[in-house]
């Protein structure tokens, strides 16, 4: 890639760095531009609040505010502004325009006007690993922690904690769909509450695929003990496989519900049946760690050999070797303009619609 350095500066002094890729002609999406954040932060979680022009990136070392005019970085956050930890797993924003950010061993942090608030497990939190953040259109805002689901009241903030009904404590993943059901991926499956019961889902019914590559079967692998929340055992270790593992949830507006497992690829459930994509359909990898549906309807999986895009019949991946960061993407987002981000080590990259 051909790279000019811009003169911001990130997080602890870092330098950002924008890099101008060379489009391929033929690709209907490419690498437009990367901000390098440095070789050693993470950035795991990204947020886009359109009405204030913003692109929030959460990293291993902080929180990243961006202006989409320019991509300006307008502020930077760490425990000395307010954070209550400074590796940010979860960005969510409610209805009210707050700002949640959900940390590695040091609860929530909200935000809205300068002003900061925590809370932790004495104030209701279910745990102090906080990985997702969803609100119902009735405004019931949820979070997944390592040990169970919030349902937060936010005129009260008032937190009910759900953890012997879910299939696993571990919760990773939430969608909700039109009915307001919601749904959790968890480390031993999908577990859906529609406001009075509850129904589960493992690999036994469906959930993610029979890999086809064989790898070695994994019970537990990932973030699933304090000392794997380290992402570079995720890209430096063995590639493992277990289905029930879900990353990522999405309720799509037909209801369909995907789902981005560890080493099963992507499944979806449709008419009280799952049905999964992988590497051999087209996926870039089959260990998904992010889900986006695009405004033009097409979805985006973030994966551990890259991004891909699906819009129903054909499949586009971007990896490395087309200007990527690297090839583990953790998150990704859409701004206004139609852009896709992809979060992954060393920063985020911008991808464009090819001319």
């Known amino acids: 890639m051909l790279q000019r350095v811009c003169g911001w500066r990130g997080l602890g002094g870092l330098a950002l760095m924008l ?47 961006i202006g989409l005019a320019g991509y300006e970085v307008r502020n930077t956050f760490t425990r000395a502004d307010g954070l209550a930890n400074e590796y940010i797993f979860a960005i969510g924003i409610d209805s009210r325009g707050y700002k949640w950010f959900g940390t590695n061993a040091g609860g929530v942090s909200r935000y809205r006007d300068g002003e900061w608030q925590t809370f932790f497990p004495m104030h209701g939190l279910a745990d102090y690993w906080v990985y997702v953040f969803d609100e119902q259109p009735n405004g019931d805002f949820w979070i997944g922690t390592w040990e169970g689901a919030n349902r937060v009241d936010l005129d009260t903030l008032t937190f009910h904690t759900y953890l012997d009904e879910l299939i696993n404590e571990w919760v990773y993943g939430l969608a909700i769909d039109s009915e307001e059901r919601v749904w959790f991926g968890t480390e031993g499956g999908v577990s859906m509450f529609d406001g009075e019961t509850w129904e589960h889902w493992t690999h036994d019914d469906g959930l993610g695929s029979d890999n086809h590559r064989r790898l070695s079967v994994s019970p537990n692998t990932g973030l699933g003990t304090r000392d794997r929340h380290d992402l570079t055992v995720l890209e430096g270790g063995e590639e493992t496989f277990n289905p029930n593992y879900i990353f990522a949830m999405h309720a799509d507006p037909e ?84 852009d896709i981000w992809a979060a992954s080590r060393r920063g985020v990259t911008r991808l464009g619609q090819a001319e």
Do not use: C, K, M
């Open 19 to 65: 890099g101008a890729g060379v489009q391929a002609q033929a690709a209907p999406y490419t690498v437009v531009e990367s901000f390098n954040v440095g070789d050693d932060v993470y950035v795991r979680s990204l947020a886009v609040e359109a009405d204030a022009e913003t692109l929030w990136v959460g990293t291993s070392s902080g929180l990243l505010e």
């Open 255 to 338: 209801d369909r519900i995907w789902a981005g497992t560890w080493g099963g690829g992507v499944s979806v459930y449709e008419n009280g049946a799952w049905y999964n994509y992988t590497s051999a359909d087209g996926l870039a990898g089959d260990l998904v760690y992010s889900i986006l549906q695009a405004e033009d309807g097409a979805y985006w999986f973030g994966t551990n050999r890259g991004v891909s895009r699906f819009d129903g019949e054909t499949w586009q991946t971007l990896d490395t070797g087309d200007g990527l960061l690297a090839s583990h993407v953790y998150a990704l987002a859409q701004t206004p303009d139609g």
